[in-house]
C-alpha cells in the first residue's frame, strides 16, 4: 500500500523558512510521481511543486526561487524547503503521489487526479 504522512508545518515570521516533510512508502521498485500543493481558506487548491521519480522537480512561479523541493531515498521522505516565507504562503499543504504519467503542467494546474493524498499541515506565515 502507499501511505503519504505530512509533518512540520507551524507558524513562523515573514521572511522566515520552514521544512515541511512527506514520509512516504511505496512498493518496491515502483515508480511515482509526486506533488505538493497548498489550499487557502476560500481558494482553490493550487500545484506547490511537481517531482518526477529521479527527484527533478518544477515549481509554480509564485513560489519559484524560494521553494525547493528534493528526495531522500534512504529515508523515504519527500521535502519541501520554504525560505523567503510571505504572508501569502499561508495554506494547508498536502503531499500527494500516483503511479499515472504527468507532466509537470497537470501537476502545477493544482488539480490531478492523483490516488494518494496525505492529510495535510498547516503553514501559517505572520507579518
Known amino acids: 500500500q502507499v501511505h503519504l504522512v505530512e509533518s512540520g508545518g507551524g507558524s513562523v515570521q515573514a521572511g522566515g523558512s520552514l521544512r515541511i516533510s512527506c514520509a512516504v512508502s511505496?512498493?518496491?521498485?515502483?515508480?511515482?510521481?509526486m506533488g505538493w500543493f497548498r489550499q487557502a481558506p476560500g481558494k482553490a487548491r493550487e500545484g506547490v511543486a511537481s517531482?518526477?521519480?529521479?527527484?527533478?522537480?518544477s515549481y509554480a512561479d509564485s513560489v519559484k526561487g524560494r521553494f525547493t523541493a528534493s528526495k531522500d531515498n534512504a529515508k523515504s521522505t519527500l521535502y519541501l524547503q520554504m525560505n523567503s516565507l510571505k504572508p501569502e504562503d499561508t495554506a494547508m499543504y498536502y503531499c500527494?503521489?500516483?503511479?499515472?504519467?504527468?507532466?509537470?503542467?497537470?501537476?502545477?494546474?493544482?488539480?490531478?487526479?492523483?490516488?494518494?493524498w496525505g492529510q495535510g499541515t498547516q503553514v501559517t506565515v505572520s507579518s
Open positions: 517531482i518526477d521519480a529521479d527527484g527533478s522537480a
Open positions: 500527494a503521489a500516483d503511479s499515472g504519467t504527468w507532466a509537470p503542467w497537470e501537476v502545477l494546474a493544482g488539480s490531478p487526479d492523483f490516488h494518494y
Open positions: 511505496l512498493p518496491t521498485g515502483s515508480y511515482y510521481h
